[in-house]
Nanobody
Framework: QVQLLESGGGLVQVGGSLRLSCAASGGSFSPTYMAWFRQAPGKERAFVSAIRWNGGHTYYTDSVKGRFTISKDNAKRTISLQMNSLKPEDTAVYYC??????????????????WGQGTQVTVSS
């Protein structure tokens, strides 16, 4: 059974940077996409970024384009999210997800079957 484990969250000031990582362990692992979602207090879980597992195409929600970079290491079964120029509105619990999404549904949480436990990112002003 595949498990996803995030790390790297924390408290950072406005304009700072954080790097999140997600490692997949156990079982057979061959998703089409892996992704990052986030959920702020009182809000629904929202798409942040995704990466195609074989090929490496990347996708971002508009609000993070130019600030966040998703990357992967297939051999280590990990993805990362480099977050720069952080803003207070980036504050949320960030979740790693993997699944057999297709391109048209890459930003939909229902496309992903495996989820990590989440890691808190807090941007203070």
């Amino acid at each position: 059974q595949v498990q996803l484990l995030e790390s790297g969250g924390g408290l950072v000031q406005v304009g700072g940077s954080l790097r999140l990582s997600c490692a997949a362990s156990g079982g057979s692992f061959s998703p089409t996409y892996m992704a990052w979602f986030r959920q702020a207090p009182g809000k629904e879980r929202a798409f942040v970024s995704a990466i195609r597992w074989n090929g490496g195409h990347t996708y971002y929600t508009d609000s993070v384009k130019g600030r966040f970079t998703i990357s992967k290491d297939n051999a280590k079964r990990t993805i990362s999210l480099q977050m720069n120029s952080l803003k207070p509105e980036d504050t949320a619990v960030y979740y790693c997800a993997s699944g057999l999404a297709i391109l048209s549904s890459v930003a939909q949480a229902t496309s992903y079957r495996k989820w990590g436990q989440g890691t808190q990112v807090t941007v203070s002003s």
